[in-house]
């Protein structure tokens, strides 16, 4: 077993907000996704951002405000919300006092082959298709 602790991993800033990007304990060979955890200070937000990879995040600590296009989604301690790609969005952290802490895991989507069932993932390190077969059928 291994273990993950957000208070003593290297972090870097982005704007004011403190990022532990889980790519230093080098689990790109182990893990299908990358993953990091990141705080947002009371009264801030995170820039603006839009990736292509989908992006499924849990609240660890306080309230988390998303917008997404014209919409604004409340997201409490223990839910979470997932982002798909290439969705613009923006976390804001709007206590006064409270620092918000967000787990991201993040992944490229897959591509499916209608031709021959086969779903492909660009970033799959050994190259190998997954073949999806729906339930109840062969």
């Not at 990007?21 to 009371?42: C, I």
């Not at 990879?53 to 306080?62: D, I, Q, R, Y």
Request: aromatic letters at 8%; charged letters at 25%.
């Amino acid at each position: 077993m291994r273990t993950f602790d957000l208070i003593t991993g290297e972090s870097l800033l982005v704007k004011d907000l403190r990022v532990v990007r889980w790519e230093q304990y080098r689990l790109d060979r182990d893990l299908p996704f990358q993953a990091m955890w990141y705080s947002v200070p009371p009264g801030s937000e995170s820039p603006l951002d839009q990736h292509p990879e989908l992006e499924l995040s849990v609240v660890v600590a306080g309230t988390a405000h998303v917008l997404t296009g014209d919409a604004v989604h409340e997201i409490r301690q223990g839910s979470a919300f997932l982002l798909s790609s290439t969705e613009a969005h923006v976390v804001q952290n709007r206590s006064a006092d409270q620092e918000l802490t967000i787990f991201s895991a993040y992944w490229m989507p897959l591509a499916t082959d209608d031709r021959d069932g086969v779903v492909r993932k660009e970033s799959n390190p050994a190259g190998r298709p997954v073949r999806i077969v729906a339930a109840g059928h062969d």
